[in-house]
């Protein structure tokens, strides 16, 4: 491809609405541009990126079993009806009316059509296992479109489904993608992790996410410093340490003034008692019914670690007005002691002596509380995040935590959806039995912004070879030079001819606008054609991530490239 033909407008501003690196750099490079919120049109570079990352799924998902298919993009209300997601899924689905008023929604997801696909033709057991999949668009409402591709409303993935017999069936179909994954990852050149996780909305009892590290990622998760345990801090489970030989005398409880003290730190400075001797209490409407949850108070509680333990379908903060009308006091000034509500305590209040809270009375505080002598939570239940420091819960290794973003996540749904939509086979003694099912979902255009999350510098994109738009940039410092053009289009129509993925900047721009719109696309090799060099049948060629130049003779750099390209 030509530079003057490749339209790939590049931006010398930082766009103001992009927040991140991979938002700002994929606008800048001329990737994409904005048509709404949280939607996006791919330039060309982008669709050859995009593309190479289906292309690398494809073949592992062929190579595991996978058959491609494609599903509708709007699904009648009432198979979501039937799973009993329709009214559950809540306001992220985009839903519509056709022309007699028929329900509809764009999917976010293809559970209910796959399901009602495969029960409608396999009958036997004969026809299982059998893993189906496709690349589509996906969409969400996101209440809040941001950082680009990565909450958007609109988006790329691919998903298979896999239908077994049982679930020792399931379990080789999983192991089957987690290994798919894996080598998907490797080949995108992206260091990544596989972490154990929670199954969210799409349901199941077990499932890991594929995270590409990345300072920037939001999601944090944990691993431990001794085995190859990981998840992130919504599944993680927090263990205890061994309780102290002699727990300390326990002290008479008193109520203390604390006028305008409200946080844990105010309280710390009031007191003079570290935030991990105190406890905070947080108030949520479970269900319709005000609860309390009491935890450490340098500790952070995870919502939805507290929605399983409740078992709770809604889940969300009380405001202020409730519980005042119900406890009478306000934030800042509540506490587990003589509360006329359900309080649920986190493990490490057990551990906890002559701790403070609030007294349930504004401005006022009280210390010395015990577990157990002053208050009785109605249950102990794990809701804090995994930090960096805790106890591995499979070795008694230290976790460490770290940053990533979920690209990649796999999920065993057992009979969830194959009972809800009587999906079923006829066993070898003529008895129907519920498929066994698996879902499994990688964001191609999640991961591409992942990639760039992962990949870059001062000066731009830094692709990993293997989904890179191009191998290789070849820049003539001057374009309206004969001798300049002569070598560039020669090495362009060399490297073509052995297969190399090549661009030839012939734009009539100044070689410093050409050097910094390559960085900036992130091509991996540049080679550069000058007056100086070409008087000696010389080129120049660097490595995007190096800072030398390589000399070549015309006659070898051919195949001294290739064998750079090969090597990486």
Not at 456 to 483: F, T
Request: glycine share 8%; with cysteine.
């Amino acid at each position: 491809m030509k530079a003057s033909q490749l339209f790939f407008p590049t931006l010398r501003e930082l766009p103001s609405e992009a927040e991140i690196v991979s938002h700002q750099l994929l606008l800048r490079a001329g990737y994409m541009r904005k048509t709404g919120a949280g939607i996006y049109s791919y330039l060309p570079l982008a669709v050859r990126v995009l593309k190479k990352i289906e292309q690398i799924v494809r073949e592992e998902m062929n190579r595991a079993d996978g058959q491609e298919i494609l599903m509708p993009i709007i699904q009648p209300q009432e198979l979501w009806e039937k799973s009993g997601r329709w009214s559950v899924y809540g306001d992220e689905m985009f839903r519509l009316q056709d022309r007699h008023k028929r329900g509809f929604a764009l999917g976010p997801t293809h559970e209910e059509i796959i399901t009602t696909l495969v029960d409608a033709d396999v009958q036997s057991y004969r026809d299982l296992p059998l893993m189906l999949y496709q690349i589509q668009n996906k969409y969400r409402d996101e209440i809040r479109p941001r950082f680009g591709l990565m909450r958007g409303r609109e988006f790329i993935m691919k998903d298979l489904y896999s239908f077994d017999l049982d679930e020792e069936g399931l379990d080789v179909s999983y192991k089957k993608m987690y290994a798919a994954y894996c080598a998907i990852f490797h080949r995108l050149g992206l260091e990544f992790r596989v972490v154990e996780a929670d199954s969210g909305a799409i349901g199941g009892n077990e499932s890991h996410e594929f995270v590409v590290l990345a300072d920037s990622g939001e999601s944090v998760i944990v691993y431990c410093d001794r085995c190859d345990y990981a998840a992130n801090v919504e599944k993680a489970e927090c263990v205890l340490p061994e309780p102290a030989k002699e727990a300390p005398p326990l002290q008479e409880m008193e109520k203390i003034h604390t006028p305008g003290v409200k946080t844990i730190q105010e309280l710390v400075g009031f007191l003079g008692h570290p935030a991990h001797e105190q406890a905070k209490t947080l108030m949520y409407m479970a269900d319709g019914e005000l609860i309390a949850v009491i935890l450490r108070g340098d500790r952070e509680l995870n919502e939805i670690k507290l929605q399983h333990a409740l078992q709770a379908s809604e889940l969300f903060m009380a405001d202020e007005m409730t519980v005042r009308e119900q406890c009478g006091a306000g934030f800042g000034s509540l506490g587990p002691v003589g509360l006329p509500l359900k309080v649920y305590a986190d493990p490490e209040i057990t551990r906890l002596y002559n701790f403070s809270a609030g007294a349930n009375q504004d401005d006022y505080h009280l210390v010395n509380i015990n577990l157990g002598r002053d208050f009785v939570p109605e249950e102990i239940i794990d809701v804090r995040n995994a930090e960096a420091g805790d106890i591995c819960p499979h070795c008694g290794g230290t976790l460490q935590s770290t940053r990533g973003i979920e690209a990649g996540h796999i999920f065993k749904l057992g009979t969830k959806y194959s009972d809800a939509m009587e999906a079923s086979y006829r066993d070898q003694n003529g008895q129907d039995q519920p498929i066994v099912m698996g879902c499994y979902g990688i964001g191609i255009s999640r991961t591409m912004a992942a990639a760039v999350e992962q990949k870059n510098d001062q000066d731009g994109i830094v692709w990993p070879l293997p989904i890179a738009p191009y191998h290789l940039i070849i820049v003539p410092v001057n374009s309206k030079k004969e001798d300049q053009m002569e070598a560039a289009e020669r090495l362009y129509q060399e490297f073509s001819a052995r297969g190399v993925e090549v661009l030839l900047d012939d734009r009539d721009e100044r070689a410093g606008v050409k050097f910094k719109d390559a960085d900036l696309i992130g091509i991996p090799v540049r080679i550069t054609i000058g007056p100086k060099s070409l008087q000696e049948n010389k080129v120049e060629v660097k490595k995007r991530m190096d800072k030398e130049n390589l000399l070549l003779t015309l006659d070898e750099v051919v195949d001294k490239v290739l064998a750079m390209l090969n090597a990486e």
